[in-house]
Nanobody, 119 residues
């Protein structure tokens, strides 16, 4: 059974940092592109960052570029999102997603972790 479990969210003051983790099981993690999405109240879910299966390439949304770092540890089957200089507009539920390409394109989602940036 596939599981993606996010952790590390919470309440942080503006300018603060958080490190999110997504621990996975039930699939071959090293074969999957991993990404982080977020969804703020009343808004659509949006991509935050993505990383290729070998960790060799990353991509960031413009809103988070320079303030976040996505990384992965294939041995631990975990993907991370380090977020710095957090702003109130970063408040959202953050989800991790796994995308596999074989035999057909498919994806798995976690349940999300709440990040609240407020003073």
């Amino acid at each position: 059974q596939v599981h993606l479990v996010e952790s590390g969210g919470g309440l942080v003051q503006p300018g603060g940092s958080l490190r999110l983790s997504c621990l996975t099981s039930g699939f071959i993690f090293s074969n999957y592109v991993m990404s982080w999405y977020r969804q703020a109240p009343g808004k659509e879910r949006e991509l935050v960052a993505a990383i290729t299966s070998d960790g060799g390439s990353t991509n960031y949304a413009s809103s988070m570029k320079g303030r976040s770092t996505i990384s992965r540890d294939n041995a631990k089957k975990t993907v991370y999102l380090q977020m710095n200089s957090l702003k109130p507009e970063d408040t959202a539920v953050y989800y991790c997603k796994a995308v596999g390409l074989k035999p057909l394109w498919h994806e798995y989602w976690g349940q999300g972790t709440q990040v609240t940036v407020s003073s």
